[in-house]
């Protein structure tokens, strides 16, 4: 399936959402790095972790497939 034929109104408001929730653990995330909080940091890297796994899923489930490729 592509990804043309999985986007309607309720994929866009879904992965909308899932963006605003990974944005907003990303901006949890630098704010405890620029303050220095190590405990805070850790948790926040969980959450957006965790935001990021979740918008992969979806998009996984509604059969889009992509090449994620990441290098340190």
Excluded: C
Aim: no cysteine.
């Amino acid at each position: 399936m592509t990804l043309a034929e999985v986007i309607d109104d309720h994929f866009l408001t879904k992965y909308r959402s899932l963006l605003d929730a990974e944005d907003v653990a990303f901006d949890e995330l630098e704010h405890a790095y620029e303050e220095g909080d190590r405990a805070h940091f850790e948790a926040d890297l969980a959450a957006w972790q965790d935001a990021i796994e979740k918008k992969i899923a979806y998009l996984q489930r509604l059969g889009v497939s992509f090449r994620l490729t990441i290098s340190a």
